[in-house]
């Protein structure tokens, strides 16, 4: 399935698409990969978080009959992600920019009190 906001690659998807996307059907879940101290201080409200270097472990706590789309802080630590949920089998996508441009595109922040 083809999102829209797809970037050139197939694995990538802008924060816009991704936030328009999240009560499409099927609806888009949004993996935050980032640390439980990174998340606390802003993340997108409805996503999960499982740090990367427990995805691995943690890959039977995700949905397999929905689209993925995975944030960091910069689009780098949920590129890594990808490869390891798609190696998975399951459909998963890369947010560009990560939290730093779906905040400098002023798309809303959930943040811990």
């Known amino acids: 399935m083809a999102y829209r906001g797809q970037t050139t690659t197939t694995t990538d ?3 816009a698409s991704v ?4 009560n499409a059907q099927p609806p888009l879940l949004v993996l935050d990969v980032r640390q439980p101290d990174e998340y606390r201080q802003g993340h997108v409200a409805g996503s999960i978080l499982i ?7 943690r890959l039977a706590e ?12 910069s689009g780098n630590r949920s590129g890594v992600a990808v490869e390891v949920l798609r190696r998975a089998g399951f459909e998963a996508y890369n947010v560009t ?6 905040e400098r595109d002023g798309l809303p922040v959930e943040r811990a009190p």
């Open 13 to 15: 998807l802008t924060p």
């Open 62 to 73: 995700l949905p397999t009959d929905r689209p993925i789309a995975a944030i960091c802080r």
């Open 97 to 102: 920019g990560g939290m730093l441009r779906w």
């Open 19 to 22: 936030q328009a996307q999240v």
């Open 51 to 57: 740090p990367l270097d427990r995805l691995a472990q």
